[in-house]
């Protein structure tokens, strides 16, 4: 059965600090490994896209990495801000199907605080 | 920026009753996806359309749903005899393309609450 599962469920952290977020999946046919931002009654809204080629990927303050062999992603964001409090959700594309389909993790709820 | 757009952003029913969710794609997408997010829960997959039929659904996609595109901008979710159950947010997203790595764009979404 295709899933993908993320730690922590929630994170506090303090204004200016790093964080890592941690995706596991087994999905198959893989596509490619997403992760979104989801404020709090909002559509997700896509931070990167990685293909299985791909180790690395960067947009502004949040780096995504793969490591397609052991089916682990993780999300690190670097000097937090306020803003950044939100669900953050890793999702892998899977592409057996007509279209491709997303698969969504249960998400971490990660609260900036001051 | 072009945005997908839903409305009513908050809808209100009574079980048994037949709700119709609304959303307007970005206007040069051709995939049009329908999502739930059950409170607390991770966001489903319901079901794809494509050229004017359904490309894929998901199991919870059944026969008490349906989906249409009945002019050139609006994309619809039908929920017939709606169910305690179905109280989510419910979102719609589009894509330019279907492939590998397009992006799909998310709309902010509609609260059902079934009372």
């Known amino acids: 059965k295709n899933q993908v599962e993320q730690s922590p469920q929630s994170l506090i952290i303090l204004e200016g600090k790093n964080c890592t977020l941690q995706?596991?999946?087994?999905?198959?046919?893989?596509?490619?490994l997403r992760w979104y931002k989801q404020d709090t009654g909002r559509g997700p809204v896509s931070l990167t896209i990685?293909?299985?080629?791909?180790n690395t990927k960067s947009n502004g303050r949040y780096t995504a990495t793969l490591d397609a062999d052991t089916k682990q992603s993780s999300l690190h964001i670097t000097a937090s801000q306020l803003s950044d409090s939100a669900s953050y959700i890793c999702?892998?594309?899977?592409?057996?199907?007509?279209?491709?389909?997303?698969?969504f993790g249960t998400g971490t709820l990660l609260a900036v605080q001051p | 920026e072009p945005e997908v757009t839903q409305t009513p952003s908050h809808q209100v029913t009574q079980m048994g009753q037949e709700v119709i969710l609304r959303c307007v794609p970005i206007?040069?997408?051709?995939?049009f996806y329908w999502y739930r997010q059950i409170l607390g829960q991770k966001v489903e997959f319901l079901v794809s359309?494509?050229?004017?039929?359904?490309?894929?659904k998901s199991e919870i996609f059944d026969d008490q749903f349906s989906v249409e595109r009945p002019d050139g901008s609006n994309f619809t979710l039908k929920i017939r005899s709606t169910k305690l159950e179905d109280s989510a947010m419910y979102f719609c997203?589009?894509?330019?393309?279907?492939?590998?790595?397009?992006?799909?764009?998310f709309g902010p979404g509609t609260r059902l609450t079934v009372t």
């Open positions: 359309f494509y050229n004017n039929e359904i490309s894929e």
């Open positions: 990685m293909t299985f080629s791909e």
């Open positions: 999702v892998v594309t899977s592409n057996g199907g007509a279209t491709n389909k997303l698969i």
């Open positions: 997203a589009s894509s330019e393309v279907a492939g590998d790595i397009y992006e799909q764009y």
């Open positions: 206007s040069n997408h051709l995939y």
């Open positions: 995706c596991n999946y087994t999905v198959s046919p893989f596509s490619n």
